[in-house]
T-cell receptor, first 113, second 110 residues
Framework: DAGVIQSPRHEVTEMGQEVTLRCKPI?????LFWYRQTMMRGLELLIY????????DSGMPEDRFSAKMPNASFSTLKIQPSEPRDSAVYFC???????????FGPGTRLTVL | GIQVEQSPPDLILQEGANSTLRCNFS?????LQWFHQNPWGQLINLFY???GTKQNGRLSATTVATERYSLLYISSSQTTDSGVYFC????????????FGKGTTLSVSS
């Protein structure tokens, strides 16, 4: 059984560039989550979807961040324009609605120079 | 919002030792999970345990929901147990985001 798949695994970009992170959830899961991990703030939610519908995007830092889930098997997180303070590991996770055990992908390590 | 506190923040063990990690939370929860983040950064799901006790090999976990705490036991620790252990909770039954504690960093030496 394939787990949550994220791409790319590493991304190095320059300030001002657009960055797109991708996630494929576990087949059959109804919920998809985007988290960010930094040394200063730990693991924090950015946005989550239930049945492809965004439910809570209060964790999205600002308008430079956007996320979409066009279908049940794919989601993107876009940063435009990127800034050095966006450097972090971005995790995607998925779960059933119930029980909502969340399974995490390997993460994308983003470095913005 | 709900607060999740983990203790101790750091733990250093010799291989073969046992340990107990604690997670306190400030409100009633419907989901509690324990994760292990290995040195390569991968978050591995250890237990889904909103209440009761579960065991998986050398690891076991107990959640006492009425007293708002959970314990993770590691017995006969191995160097591969090193990493960060996170407790995470949510308040809602249906597909809600997790709130993470700051983690316990475990180092096991041979």
């Amino acid at each position: 059984d394939a787990g949550v798949i994220q791409s790319p695994r590493h991304e190095v970009t320059e300030m001002g560039q657009e960055v797109t992170l991708r996630c494929k959830p576990i087949s059959g899961h109804n919920s998809l989550f985007w988290y960010r991990q930094t040394m200063m703030r730990g693991l924090e939610l950015l946005i989550y979807f239930n049945n492809n519908v965004p439910i809570d995007d209060s964790g999205m830092p600002e308008d430079r961040f956007s996320a979409k889930m066009p279908n049940a098997s794919f989601s993107t997180l876009k940063i435009q324009p990127s800034e050095p303070r966006d450097s972090a590991v971005y995790f995607c996770a998925s779960s059933l609605l119930w029980p909502n055990t969340q399974y995490f992908g390997p993460g994308t390590r983003l470095t913005v120079l | 919002g709900i607060q999740v506190e983990q203790s101790p923040p750091d733990l250093i063990l010799q291989e073969g030792a046992n340990s107990t990690l604690r997670c306190n939370f400030s409100d009633s929860v419907n989901n509690l999970q324990w994760f292990h983040q290995n040195p390569w950064g991968q978050l591995i799901n250890l237990f889904y345990i909103p209440s009761g006790t579960k065991q998986n090999g050398r690891l076991s976990a107990t959640t006492v929901a009425t007293e708002r705490y959970s314990l993770l036991y590691i017995s006969s620790s191995q160097t591969t147990d090193s990493g960060v252990y996170f407790c995470a909770v949510d308040l809602n039954q249906a597909g809600t985001a997790l709130i993470f504690g700051k983690g316990t960093t475990l180092s096991v030496s041979s």
